[in-house]
Each structure stands twice: as C-alpha cells, then as structure tokens.
C-alpha cells in the first residue's frame, strides 16, 4: 500500500529553479525519513538529500555537498509531501530523481530505504 510518486520535473537553462514534489502514501512521514536521489545516464545512483524525523516534532534535513547551499528540502506533514526546491541549477544537476522512504535518521542518508518512486526527469541545459 506505501506509493511514492514523484512531480516536478522537467527542463531549464542553467541557473533555473525547480520544485520537485513526493507525494506519500500508506504511512506518515512524521516519523519517518524522505530522501531525495538522483541518477544521470552512465552514472550510479546518488542520494541529494533527505529529511527525516522520529517523533513527528523535530525534523531534520541533510544536503550532499555537491547541492548544499543551493537546494533545500521541505515536507508538509498533513499532505504527506515533501519537496526538493532546487536553485541555481547547473547541467551537471540532470538526472532522473527519485524520492524513497525508510526509518528515521539525522545528518546521514545511508542506511535502508525500503519504498522508492518511479521517477521524475531533471534536465538543465542551454
């Protein structure tokens, strides 16, 4: 029953914004961890960001330093959404992102992500 499903995505010239969406649904994501990955052609997979909480009060975020400072990820826990805004795009940010869900976790995306989504096309180019 847990179903991610990714929006947002889409094409931009560098220095562009976008905002990418997860909808989440079968849990909450009060208590749980929402991460952000992406993967460009030829390339493995690589997580972005994610934000995490265990006791639906304090939530925490985390950024890779290849976005730090130019993303930033959010949720709204009554719609059980969490968003990537993503600024200052440059070409080498094109990939297909993808949103998964695991057990809480602060300042880390490693460790398990059990549900992931299909998928949503980043493309930053002149």
């Known amino acids: 029953q847990v179903q991610l499903v990714e929006s947002g995505g889409g094409s931009v010239e560098p220095g562009g914004s976008l905002r990418l969406s997860c909808a989440v649904s079968g849990f909450t994501t009060k208590n749980y961890a929402i991460g952000w990955f992406r993967q460009a052609p030829g390339k493995e997979r690589e997580g972005v960001s994610c934000?995490?909480?265990?006791?639906?009060?304090?939530?925490?975020?985390y950024y890779e330093d290849s976005v730090k400072g130019r993303f930033s990820i959010s949720g709204d826990s009554a719609k059980n959404t969490v968003y990537l805004q993503m600024n200052s795009l440059k070409p080498e940010d094109t990939a297909v992102y993808y949103c998964a869900a695991g057990p809480p976790r602060i300042a880390t995306m490693r460790g398990a992500w059990n549900y992931w989504g299909q998928g949503t096309q980043v493309t930053v180019s002149s």
């Open positions: 934000i995490s909480s265990s006791d639906g009060r304090t939530y925490y975020a």
